[in-house]
Structure formats: structure tokens, C-alpha cells
């Protein structure tokens, strides 16, 4: 016999958001005033949510137990297989020396400190943002900025507030696949709406930055690539968002700022070449050491990264590998097991293992081929692999966590009667909904954690006002983003990452501000969207169509696979035929 939800268990729906809130008000409290570590918390609260779904909302143990596996299930191989793929690959070249290559490439393409941020801490950082995130981009682009001379502050704070535009596609898109499976609106269709919202702020970004480090006057002298870098960014990222998928916005989108701006460089420079006042000694060299073919060898697994992660988007390739090895089951004794108020049963979706199709899958098969061509062997592999399953331990047990959070509070009830509770709040939703992403964002220091929290709190306030969801759930991470620079977990990697450790305080006051500013704008935009551009919201019903037209059978998915194969296969040997024609001409000299 079905279980049927309570969605106002004390007949006061006042009092029923503030019991179903506590997990909320706990995790507040355990990252704030306690300053528990994060996997910690997200453990607690989930055990908290638990225990009230059963003693308040009287939910079946065995449900609520299975509730909570089926979300850590999802968290673990879903999610964390994304998460491990992306950190493998940044680590294999670290360890086999290609990440230098890259560095220098970075820095040697221009002195002028505006230049270099627009360059290291926006383009290049939201690139390394869409192939790892996690912290990786502030981390390794503010001690890039030290290295070329940046005042210490001045680069983590840069860094940190650069950070904002790519985070929602961050990790291969990770973030926006957690909104979708949460909140059960297709995948494409919250991708295509952040895609519409976020490119306004990423024009907007580079001449932030620097108006911060430069002011008005000294903005205005390089125009011209504030302009090439922000709308080449936004351009790209509308485009993938939109038309490909949610993996690749921020990698290509990077990529594309990246080369647009050298591109204009070669043709255009400032009058005069800025720097700080007075500035920290330079430990990075500015001269190119390298040749043409070292620095493609050196790019050449993100190259390969991005054209596998190309084809794994495409719908007949994932048919084709979903036909060839997926498993689909639902936990013993879950499905269709819990009947909504209305008598409805409660849509749960079956776990799907598709261990060809999963985006973490592309990311480990870019990983290996890249090992003959960066000069790493299989052992160096290894000890990559085991260095980023030992990095990622603890943010696996928070993801695992959160996602578990985020169904027990679904499936019992919780989600729907916090609901009922913010739908208090009328019309004017659309305005508060970017700052519940905010807030999770904050306490989590994860986008993907933030949507893995309150997505289905998004979808169910919405519907209940008669505004459409996907608004409600795509600014939960856009609005998200813009607290990504003043999370502890952020303030506390720009810190060491520059030497700043025991300053954080410093680092927070720097970029609080510019969270606030940013945040009231998405929350503007989102209020905007609901009532004025409705034109903007892409239709929920064509998403879907779309994804079931777009099914092929297992032939067309191979014959796509051999063409992938051969674009990856030509990559390799320009890589082998630039380094060997350059060995040949070093030799003769």
C-alpha cells in the first residue's frame, strides 16, 4: 500500500515550513556560527532531514532510508564520475609538466596587468572553470597573477569575482545535470535559460574587473578588449548553452575569449602599459619559451577533452553507447511507493547507470589518449588517478550527502510544503528565488550543491504561483554564480593560493560588496523574465520534443563515433608531426 505525503503535517502550514526548515536553519548554523567542515554539516543535515521526515511527516523508514540512498546513488556515480574525469585529466597535465607549457603560454602574451586579468583570471580561469571547477581556476589563475606581479590581494579578489560567469556550467556542466535530475525538468531546457540570463553578466565582468584594479579612465584605454573579451565570451556561451549542450559552454566559451583577444593583441595594443604602483617582485618569466608544437602538445588533452565531450552530447552517440552498456533499475521497494496528497503517484525516476554515456566516462577516455602525447605512462596515470580520488574524498561524501538531502526532502513532503510557504511571497518570487541560490552557494561553496538543495524548492514554489519553473530553477544558478566569490570555501583557496592564509577577513570585505551588486542584478533580470521578457523562457514542451526527436538508432550513433575517432586521431598527429618537424629542425641547427 502506497504511502501518502503530509505537506502541512500540523495543519498550520506556518508552522510546518518552520519544522521542514530546520535541516535548512542547521546547515546555516553548522558552516556559520560552528564552522564545521563541510562534508560534516552536509552529513548532519541530512540525518536531521531524515528524522523529521519520519517522526514529523511521518514517512516510513524504509522509505525514508531508500529516499536518501537513491539521491546518494545519484550523487556518487552521476555527479562525482563527472567531478573525478574532469580533476583526472587537469592532474595528468600537472604531473607530466604540460601545465607549465600553458602557463607560460598565458603569461607571455602581454605585460599590461589590465591585459592579464582579462586574459589569466577571466578567459583563461572560466576555461579552467568548465574543465574542473571546484576551486581549481582561483586557485591556479591568482597564483599565476602573483607570479606575474599582481599585488596579492588584488589577485584573489580579481580572480574570485572573474569566477562568476562560468560557475553555473562549471565541472562540465555539472551543476545544471543536478538541476534537472532535482527538479525534473529536462536538462537542455534549464541549460538554454541560464544560457540566456548569465551572458549579460559576462559582458559586463571583464570591464568590471578592471574598473576595480585601474579605475574609469584607465578602463576606457583598453576598450577594445573589455569589449572582444566579454562578447566573445557571452557570445560562445549563449551558443553552446543553447544549441549544443550544458558540458562545453564554459570550455569553448573560454577557449574562444582566449584566442579572440590574441587575436586582436597581435593587431592592437594600449598606448601605454599599466601596472600597480607599486607591485611585488615578478617570479614568472613573460618570454614564450616554447615552440608552436610544444604549446599544442601542451593543450592537446583539453582539445581532445572538448571534441570527445562534443560528440558525447549528441544524441545518437548517447543512444548508441546507451544501447551498447546501461542499466536502468529502481530501489527494491521505491517505485511507486509514495502517493502525492492528490492521490497521484510520485514520479521517481529510475537510477540509470549509463557508464558509456556519462560525460565522466568521455573525460577519462580524453584522459588516456592524451598519455602518449603529453609523455605520461600508464604508472603516471595511476598516480593522477589515486591524487584526485584523494583530493576529492571529502567533497565526494558532501555531494553524496546533499543529493541524499535533496530526495528525503522531496520525496517526503518537505520540498512541497516550504512551498506552499514561500508562495506567500506572490508575485514578487521571481525576485527572491536567485537569492535562495545565493544562499546555498554561500554555505556550500558549490553551484551544484546550491541546485542539489533547493532546485525542487524552486520548481514547486513556481508552479504553485502559475510562474513557469524553468525560470525559478535556472536562477537558482544564476544566482548562485555571484556568490561563488564570497563563499568560505572560495575566500579560503584564493587566500592560500596567494599567501594571504590569516587574511581572509581581508579578501571577504574586497569582494563582499560586489556579491551584493551582482546578485540584485540577476534578481532584477529574473523578476524581468517572469512578467516582461517571457519571450526569453524557452518552451518546456519543445525541449522535450526535441530530446525524443532526436533519438537515432545504434548505426547512426557509430558512424558518428568512427568520425569523432578520426577528429581525435588528427589531432594526434599534428601534435606527434609539429613536435618531430621541430626535433628535425633543431637538429640540423
Partial sequence: MPWIQLTNPFNNIALSALTAAIPIVFIFWALIIKKMKGYKACLLTTILAVLIAIITYRMPIGLALLSTADGALYGLFTICWIIIGAIFLYNITVISGQFEIIKNFMASITNDRRLQALLIAFSFGSFLEGASGFGTPVAITAAMLVGLGFNPLYAAGICLIAN??????????????????????????????????LPFLSVLVPFYLVFIMAGFKRTMEVLPAILVSGV?????????????????PDVISGLFSIICLMVLLKYWKPKTVWRFKEEPTQTIDTQLRYTNGQVVRAWSPFLIMTVIILAWGLQPIKDSLNGLGQVKFYLPGLHDAIQTPNGKPLVIKPFTFNYLSNAGTSLLLAGLISLPLIGLSFKGAVKAYVLTLNKLKFPIVTIASVVGFAFIVNNSGMSTTMAMALAGTGALFPFFSPILGWLGVFLTGSDTSANALFCQLQHASASSLGVNPIITVSANASGGVTAK????????????AVGLVGQEASLFRFTVKHSFIMLFVICCFTLLQAYVFKWMVPSLHASEATTTAAGANITTGLYYLLVVAILVLFIALLVIWMNRKEKSKAAII
Avoid at 556550467?169 to 544560457?195: D, W
Avoid at 566573445?232 to 562545453?248: I, K
Fill in 485 to 496: 566569490m564570497i563563499s568560505p570555501q572560495s575566500i579560503a583557496v584564493g587566500s592560500a
Fill in 164 to 197: 562568476t560567469a562560468p560557475v553555473a556550467f562549471g565541472a562540465i556542466g555539472t551543476p545544471i545535470t543536478v538541476a534537472a535530475q532535482v527538479s525534473g525538468l529536462p536538462e537542455m531546457a534549464i541549460s538554454q535559460m541560464v544560457g540566456r540570463t
Fill in 232 to 248: 566573445s565570451f557571452a557570445a560562445a556561451q549563449f551558443v553552446t548553452s543553447n544549441y549544443l549542450n550544458p558540458m562545453l
